[in-house]
């Protein structure tokens, strides 16, 4: 193997760090550092260009910092390389190549990026795994169909995944507003402290979304074009080409129709009929664009109740930022008529970083009647109910859907976000709460506390 480009992938082994990661710091890093120590393989997947190789970066930085590892211990490869591919082909090759340019002792680190164009990564993966080496193995993707597949099959046991979505709310909140992130546990209190700032952050975010090329931008152009590049390179280019897809311009029509229906229940037929396709090949594209985190179905809850609606499912983009850009539509939030729905869009991408893996998320409408509850977060036997409201509140007012769900499914907890009010009221048996969207969604681990003490 050629070791000019290994060794610019790799500067440690001259005497220098990594390329200063993010500004913005990400609270998945101590996720993954209390992975490091186990044997287990940790998988990092999620979109592209999401963090995943920066995430990748600050681990080494810590290991390096930490003086326990020998620089010549860390191995970073990626599969944009041609030579890596070949290299990681052949375990032998690799295992040679490994001993050939440590230090001979203590344990070997092994980062591989975009995993997922290897031909098998999940038995490659779990062939070095069984070969039971002092060898950590780091390895990210930017497709779960591959990655996630893969792990089922070879990794149960052996691996851990972390999920790394685009910046959360309360990262950018924090690096933004001094004294959001360490302010006390009451959310009411820190709508009254920081409330206008974020609420202007958060008017922000709605439109430009969370990448962290995005964010960092210093320039309303440089966010345009870097949404843009994104949705072309990755939507258009990478997923299409990547999987092949034969009807591109049904694929193209379908992700636009989806990105103007956020919110929305999905009819696969209407969608066939719109793009001149079938309902079968409808149904494949959407489960391509879920598995690549472009988007994702939230199922309606039924609850075995026969007059909940059992089908049509809501279709959330991962990023609020590349759904306008599929659409286009940068105006400000404040004088756009899909708000409502925008609004609910970053609820929704928000609840997905701080989800428990096993929870479920649904929506809740009545067959008869329009009431509905936006999201329904269920964890074993208990679950909460969401409602988003877009509005300014003054009094605790139980909203109609809310009033209705609880009194089919008796929960213990709901919860009204809107744009200023905090508060509670009672909904027969069940504690609604209310809270300021902005205000919760810049403190996740409050947000989280609160979930679960609902849901316990």
């Given at each position: 193997?050629?070791?000019?480009?290994?060794?610019?992938?790799?500067?440690?082994?001259?005497?220098?760090?990594?390329?200063?990661?993010?500004?913005?710091?990400?609270?998945?890093?101590?996720?993954?550092?209390?992975?490091?120590?186990?044997?287990?393989?940790?998988?990092?997947?999620?979109?592209?260009?999401?963090?995943?190789?920066?995430?990748?970066?600050?681990?080494?930085?810590?290991?390096?910092?930490?003086?326990?590892?020998?620089?010549?211990?860390?191995?970073?490869?990626?599969t944009?390389?041609?030579?890596?591919?070949?290299?990681?082909?052949?375990?032998?090759?690799?295992?040679?190549?490994?001993?050939?340019?440590?230090t001979?002792?203590?344990?070997?680190?092994?980062?591989?990026?975009?995993?997922?164009?290897?031909?098998?990564?999940?038995?490659?993966?779990?062939?070095?795994?069984?070969?039971?080496?002092?060898l950590?193995?780091?390895?990210?993707?930017?497709?779960?169909?591959?990655?996630?597949?893969?792990?089922?099959?070879?990794?149960?046991?052996?691996?851990?995944?972390?999920?790394?979505y685009?910046?959360?709310?309360?990262?950018?909140?924090?690096?933004?507003?001094?004294?959001?992130?360490?302010?006390?546990?009451?959310?009411?209190?820190?709508?009254?402290?920081?409330?206008?700032?974020?609420?202007?952050?958060?008017?922000?975010?709605?439109?430009?979304?969370?990448?962290?090329?995005?964010?960092?931008?210093?320039?309303?152009?440089?966010?345009?074009?870097?949404?843009?590049?994104?949705?072309?390179s990755?939507?258009?280019?990478?997923?299409?080409?990547?999987?092949?897809?034969?009807?591109?311009?049904?694929?193209?029509n379908?992700?636009?129709?989806?990105?103007?229906?956020?919110?929305?229940q999905?009819?696969?037929?209407?969608?066939?009929?719109?793009?001149?396709?079938?309902?079968?090949?409808?149904?494949?594209?959407?489960?391509?664009?879920?598995?690549t985190?472009?988007?994702?179905?939230?199922?309606?809850?039924?609850?075995?109740?026969?007059?909940?609606?059992?089908?049509?499912?809501?279709?959330?983009?991962?990023?609020c930022?590349?759904?306008?850009?599929?659409?286009?539509?940068?105006?400000?939030?404040?004088s756009?008529?899909?708000?409502?729905?925008?609004?609910?869009?970053?609820?929704?991408?928000?609840?997905?970083?701080?989800?428990?893996p096993?929870?479920?998320?649904?929506?809740?409408?009545?067959?008869?009647?329009?009431?509905?509850?936006?999201?329904?977060?269920?964890?074993?036997?208990?679950?909460?109910?969401?409602?988003?409201?877009?509005?300014?509140?003054?009094s605790?007012?139980?909203?109609?859907?809310?009033?209705?769900?609880?009194?089919?499914f008796?929960?213990?907890?709901?919860?009204?976000?809107?744009?200023?009010?905090?508060?509670?009221?009672?909904s027969?048996?069940?504690?609604?709460?209310?809270?300021?969207?902005?205000a919760?969604?810049?403190?996740?681990?409050?947000?989280r506390?609160?979930?679960?003490?609902?849901?316990?």
């Open positions: 193997m050629d070791t000019s480009v290994f060794s610019i992938r790799n500067p440690w082994r001259s005497g220098l760090l990594p390329k200063e990661p993010d500004r913005i710091p990400r609270h998945e890093l101590q996720t993954a550092l209390s992975w490091m120590d186990s044997r287990h393989v940790i998988t990092i997947v999620g979109p592209r260009q999401a963090g995943k190789s920066t995430l990748m970066n600050m681990l080494i930085r810590h290991l390096l910092s930490s003086g326990a590892v020998p620089a010549a211990n860390i191995f970073y490869f990626t944009d390389d041609a030579e890596t591919v070949t290299l990681l082909a052949n375990i032998g090759d690799l295992l040679a190549f490994l001993r050939g340019n440590s001979g002792n203590g344990r070997l680190y092994l980062f591989i990026d975009e995993i997922q164009h290897l031909e098998s990564p999940g038995l490659f993966l779990k062939t070095l795994y069984d070969l039971d080496l002092n950590k193995i780091v390895a990210s993707g930017s497709s779960s169909l591959e990655i996630r597949s893969a792990s089922k099959e070879h990794l149960v046991g052996r691996g851990r995944e972390l999920v790394l685009p910046l959360s709310f309360g990262d950018i909140a924090a690096s933004r507003i001094k004294g959001v992130a360490t302010s006390g546990g009451d959310i009411a209190q820190i709508q009254r402290l920081y409330g206008t700032d974020l609420l202007r952050t958060f008017e922000e975010c709605a439109v430009w979304g969370t990448y962290p090329a995005v964010v960092t931008a210093p320039t309303i152009a440089q966010r345009h074009d870097e949404l843009q590049q994104l949705y072309q990755y939507v258009l280019r990478d997923v299409s080409q990547f999987f092949r897809i034969q009807h591109i311009g049904v694929f193209n379908l992700t636009t129709l989806l990105a103007g229906s956020v919110g929305s999905v009819q696969w037929e209407t969608l066939a009929r719109t793009t001149k396709s079938s309902a079968q090949t409808i149904h494949s594209y959407v489960d391509l664009l879920e598995g985190f472009v988007c994702r179905q939230v199922l309606p809850y039924t609850g075995n109740v026969v007059g909940s609606i059992r089908r049509m499912p809501k279709i959330y983009f991962i990023d930022g590349l759904r306008n850009s599929v659409l286009s539509d940068f105006s400000a939030l404040s756009r008529s899909d708000r409502g729905h925008l609004v609910e869009q970053v609820v929704f991408q928000e609840l997905c970083k701080i989800l428990e096993t929870d479920r998320l649904y929506y809740w409408r009545m067959y008869a009647g329009s009431h509905e509850v936006d999201f329904v977060v269920v964890r074993g036997e208990s679950l909460v109910s969401i409602e988003i409201k877009d509005s300014s509140m003054r605790p007012e139980v909203p109609d859907g809310i009033s209705d769900f609880s009194k089919a008796t929960p213990r907890s709901a919860i009204v976000m809107n744009r200023d009010f905090a508060g509670e009221a009672m027969g048996t069940t504690t609604v709460t209310f809270l300021p969207t902005a919760t969604l810049a403190r996740p681990d409050l947000f506390e609160l979930l679960r003490n609902a849901l316990h």
